[in-house]
């Protein structure tokens, strides 16, 4: 019912603005109805016109390679994706995409360019999660490539960038919401690193991470 809604909607008002992102939509729903071959016609058609929502195509078209296992079809997506919308606010996603297609490969000759897909991730970072996910990323390739001591800076660099900050602040939130809100319910909080330590509420505060091996 979805797609033959957005159909509707392309079929009549082709001069709306919401156009293209109703292809989208109609793309994603055939997908999800099994029939990936129309789905990537539309979606083909949305990059190769330069559409306004043809890098979010372009990233689609890689994800159903990858699905369907095909690596290295699904980083000739990324990588033209990224070609044809230099610009594109989802650049730093792609990269991450990439990366981890690159890892996926599972040969060590690409571990160079999964490290490299990362660095780039990094460079166009506009999102917390998305930072976190190339930095975790950078993490592992090094670990794989036999360089354990690397892979433990890269996880340290990610502490010191405030991910333990942010931690402590969502935990110590959530408790002062559940003493609020929910006086019968109880938030159990435990530290963790090469030890577990349960935390009271009110030593959060003074938590702190200690380098290395410290309290994560």
């Given at each position: 019912?979805?797609?033959?809604?957005?159909?509707?909607?392309?079929?009549?008002?082709?001069?709306?603005?919401?156009?293209?992102?109703?292809?989208?939509?109609?793309?994603?729903?055939?997908?999800?109805?099994?029939?990936?071959?129309?789905?990537?016609?539309?979606?083909?058609?949305?990059?190769?016109?330069?559409?306004?929502?043809?890098?979010?195509?372009?990233?689609?078209?890689?994800?159903?390679?990858?699905?369907?296992?095909?690596?290295?079809?699904?980083?000739?997506?990324?990588?033209?994706?990224?070609?044809?919308?230099?610009?594109?606010?989802?650049?730093?996603?792609?990269?991450?995409?990439?990366?981890?297609?690159?890892?996926?490969?599972?040969?060590?000759?690409?571990?160079?360019?999964?490290?490299?897909?990362?660095?780039?991730?990094?460079?166009?970072?506009?999102?917390?999660?998305?930072?976190?996910?190339?930095?975790?990323?950078?993490?592992?390739?090094?670990?794989?490539?036999?360089?354990?001591?690397?892979?433990?800076?890269?996880?340290?660099?990610?502490?010191?960038?405030?991910?333990?900050?942010?931690?402590?602040?969502?935990?110590?939130?959530?408790?002062?919401?559940?003493?609020?809100?929910f006086p019968r319910d109880?938030?159990?909080?435990?530290?963790?690193?090469?030890?577990?330590?349960?935390?009271?509420?009110?030593?959060?505060?003074?938590?702190?991470?200690?380098?290395?091996?410290?309290?994560?």
């Amino acid at each position: 019912y979805s797609a033959r809604s957005f159909r509707d909607l392309e079929l009549n008002f082709p001069q709306s603005e919401y156009l293209d992102r109703a292809r989208l939509w109609r793309a994603r729903c055939l997908e999800r109805l099994g029939t990936a071959g129309e789905a990537r016609a539309v979606l083909r058609a949305l990059v190769l016109e330069g559409s306004p929502t043809g890098d979010e195509a372009g990233l689609q078209l890689g994800d159903m390679a990858l699905a369907e296992g095909d690596t290295r079809g699904a980083i000739d997506e990324y990588r033209s994706t990224l070609q044809l919308f230099p610009d594109t606010g989802r650049k730093a996603r792609i990269w991450v995409r990439i990366g981890e297609a690159q890892m996926a490969l599972g040969i060590p000759a690409a571990l160079d360019e999964a490290l490299a897909a990362f660095d780039r991730a990094l460079e166009s970072a506009r999102v917390d999660s998305v930072e976190y996910r190339s930095r975790l990323n950078r993490g592992r390739v090094q670990y794989l490539k036999g360089q354990p001591d690397a892979a433990l800076s890269s996880y340290q660099e990610l502490l010191r960038n405030g991910r333990f900050l942010a931690g402590r602040k969502v935990a110590m939130a959530l408790d002062s919401l559940i003493r609020s809100k929910f006086p019968r319910d109880v938030l159990y909080v435990a530290a963790f690193s090469y030890f577990v330590l349960p935390l009271k509420p009110r030593q959060l505060l003074e938590t702190h991470w200690i380098d290395p091996g410290g309290t994560d």
